[in-house]
């Protein structure tokens, strides 16, 4: 008998439904101009653990910043952008709107993240 290891929690879920993606949101107006807002708690139980030792402390370092991959999983494209923790204790994602543009995503629709092979990977999802 064999066993199959999986090595991801994420290779489990059906990523087609926003709800199964580890962090979600609906976008507000703000978040589809340039930067995006994301959940404080999805990032520090759900990102935080899984970034590279590098990035955490830069995140600590730096002023709270962190340059890191993101990834559209729908358009197989990706992106450099910095990931900021802000002095209320927020965290936002700075140069979304390289992503908000081209994509034209709207308030309202919603976003699924997830960290996997050393990128942050997202899905918009429609209204």
């Known amino acids: 008998m064999s ?6 929690f ?8 926003m709800h199964n993606w580890p962090v ?3 976008l507000a107006d703000e978040d589809v101009r340039s ?3 994301l959940p404080t708690e999805g990032v520090e139980k759900y990102i935080m653990p899984r970034l590279p030792l590098e990035q955490s ?3 600590a370092r730096n002023s709270g910043k962190t340059v890191m ?4 999983v729908e358009r197989s494209i990706r992106y450099d952008m910095k990931l900021v923790k802000e002095q209320e204790g927020g965290y936002k994602l700075e140069d979304w709107d390289q992503v908000s543009m081209l994509r034209r995503i709207q308030a309202s629709q919603g976003i699924g993240k997830s960290w996997r092979d050393g990128m942050l990977h ?3 999802f429609s209204n």
């Open 3 to 8: 066993c199959t290891a999986v090595s991801n």
């Open 35 to 37: 930067c995006l807002t």
């Open 24 to 26: 979600n949101k609906q």
């Open 57 to 59: 402390e830069n995140l």
């Open 122 to 124: 997202f899905k918009i």
């Open 69 to 72: 991959a993101v990834y559209d």
């Open 10 to 17: 994420d290779d489990l879920l059906n990523l087609e439904s």
